[in-house]
């Protein structure tokens, strides 16, 4: 047995709404942020960003993670050529 989203009741696992107080029973679904998603959005920035989208109002910890490897990645991008820079500055003064 399953119960009610919304009011608690027991009601029948196959139900897709409760007889109780009509709210409908929409299935789980996996919502565990993993790490691995945050490492794909790091690898290819623009795919993380697009999970992002598409997740952030049905799975926000999965979304979350994506695009934080993405905007991780960007930075790093930015700072390394940031860096790069300063370096070849550097260089041309000597």
Known sequence: MAFCKKC???????ASECPR???????????????????LGFCIPLVGLILFLVWKDTKPKTSKAAGMG?????????????????IGIGAAML
């Open 70 to 86: 993405a905007l991780v990645s960007v930075i790093c991008g930015v700072l390394f050529y940031v860096l790069m820079f300063v």
């Open 21 to 39: 107080c009509g709210a409908a029973q929409t299935p789980q679904t996996a919502d565990n942020g993993g790490f691995l998603w945050g490492l």
């Open 8 to 14: 608690g009741a027991e009601i029948s696992e196959q």
